[in-house]
Nanobody, 121 residues
């Protein structure tokens, strides 16, 4: 089985920074995509940023210029550096991996349990 464990959430004042990490453990052959999502109270889960095997990245408009996603393939880890945080960034942040567990095998999707980010004004 594969597990994703997030860390780095917390409380910060507006304008501050946080760095989220998400590490996968278990039987993994390759990770095709690593994404960060967030869900604020009363709102739907939304994609914040994503990165592919070729290091191609994409960002939500709200994250562009402030957030940076990166990955460490050797550690099966994805990071989200969040700068210039705003109160509207307050949400539970979830990591998502799409991966193969064996060579030529099917792809599977996994989610982390989430980490709370709270930004106060």
């Amino acid at each position: 089985q594969v597990q994703l464990v997030e860390s780095g959430g917390g409380s910060v004042q507006a304008g501050g920074s946080l760095r989220l990490s998400c590490t996968a453990s278990g039987r993994i052959f390759s990770i095709n995509a690593m994404n960060w999502y967030r869900q604020a109270p009363g709102k739907q889960r939304e994609l914040v940023a994503g990165i592919t095997t070729g290091d191609s990245t994409n960002y939500a408009d709200s994250a562009k210029g402030r957030f940076t996603i990166s990955r460490d393939n050797a550690k099966n880890t994805v990071y989200l550096q969040m700068n210039s945080l705003k109160p509207e960034d307050t949400a539970v942040y979830y990591c998502y991996f799409r991966l193969r567990r064996i060579l030529g095998g099917a792809t599977y999707e996994y989610w982390g349990r989430g980490t709370q980010v709270t930004v106060s004004s």
